[in-house]
């Protein structure tokens, strides 16, 4: 599996601390209960950059996960190598932000950061991705 030395591995973004109690693809939650919980997931990381255990100055690259458009088939998950999970989904530790998108056809979007070193997997997994639902900003 590809590591990032400098950051931690593709683990290292899924903290216990930073589990969503929100499921952002369970279209039965309203909009504002998911941008209350990426608020609360963001609290959580600001407080771990004052205390120096969260990476917060790495260059980057913003994705964004469409729900409505997820297979949750896997293919994103192997081609990773579990960055993007098998519901299609970057990390919890990479959300920042939650909206109902106001133009086109897309529905919600999550936004993601994604550290330099893990453009590259992600990049795999978006060759796999039959329907966009990820995709670079």
């Known amino acids: 599996?590809?590591?990032?030395?400098?950051i931690g591995s593709v683990d290292s973004f899924r903290p216990l601390g930073l589990r969503p109690k929100v499921d952002v693809r369970d279209f039965r939650i309203s909009?504002?209960?998911k941008i209350l919980e990426i608020d609360?997931?963001?609290q959580i990381k600001a407080q771990s950059?004052?205390?120096n255990t969260f990476v917060s100055s790495q260059a980057g690259k913003v994705l964004i996960f469409y729900?409505?458009?997820?297979?949750a088939d896997g293919l994103m998950e192997i081609e990773s190598g579990g960055f993007i999970d098998s519901d299609d989904l970057p990390p919890s530790g990479t959300w920042f932000y939650f909206a109902l998108e106001?133009?086109?056809d897309n529905g919600c979007a999550l936004y993601a950061w994604i550290p330099e070193a893990f453009v590259s997997?992600?990049?795999r997994?978006?060759?796999v991705d039959q329907y966009s639902c990820l995709e670079w900003f």
Do not use: F, H, K, Y
């Not at 599996?1 to 400098?6: E, Q, S, V, Y």
């Not at 729900?67 to 297979?71: D, I, K, N, Q, T």
């Open 49 to 51: 950059i004052a205390s």
């Open 40 to 42: 609360r997931l963001n």
């Open 1 to 6: 599996m590809d590591r990032a030395d400098d």
């Open 125 to 127: 997994a978006l060759g």
């Open 121 to 123: 997997i992600v990049d």
């Open 102 to 104: 106001s133009t086109g």
């Open 67 to 71: 729900p409505e458009r997820g297979l």
């Open 31 to 33: 909009v504002e209960r």
